[in-house]
Nanobody, 113 residues
Framework: QVQLVESGGGLVQAGGSLRLSCAAS????????MGWYRQTPGKQRELVAA???????NYADSVKGRFTISRDNAKNTVYLQMNILKPEDTAVYYC???????WGQGTQVTVSS
């Protein structure tokens, strides 16, 4: 079973930045597609960004140009660099192993206006 642990969430002002990290257990990380999702109350959990084992990326339209997903296979870690944050980015952010269907517990991101 894959274990994912997110960190780096917090409270920032609009226009600020945060860097989320997701540490994955197991040696299968290097072949897995990884994703970041977010969820707010009353809304469906949505895919924010994804990265394949080969480094290909995809982003939700709402975060293109502001967020960057990356991975460090040597550290079994995937990152989400979030810049120019907006209040509407406020959510619980979850890391997901999209290949082996494993979720982290989430980390809260709050952006104040």
């Amino acid at each position: 079973q894959v274990q994912l642990v997110e960190s780096g969430g917090g409270l920032v002002q609009a226009g600020g930045s945060l860097r989320l990290s997701c540490a994955a257990s197991g040696s299968i990380f290097s072949i897995a597609t990884m994703g970041w999702y977010r969820q707010t109350p009353g809304k469906q959990r949505e895919l924010v960004a994804a990265i394949t084992s080969g480094g290909g990326t995809n982003y939700a339209d709402s975060v293109k140009g502001r967020f960057t997903i990356s991975r460090d296979n040597a550290k079994n870690t995937v990152y989400l660099q979030m810049n120019i944050l907006k209040p509407e980015d406020t959510a619980v952010y979850y890391c997901k192993d999209m290949t082996f269907i494993s979720w982290g517990q989430g980390t809260q991101v709050t952006v104040s206006s």
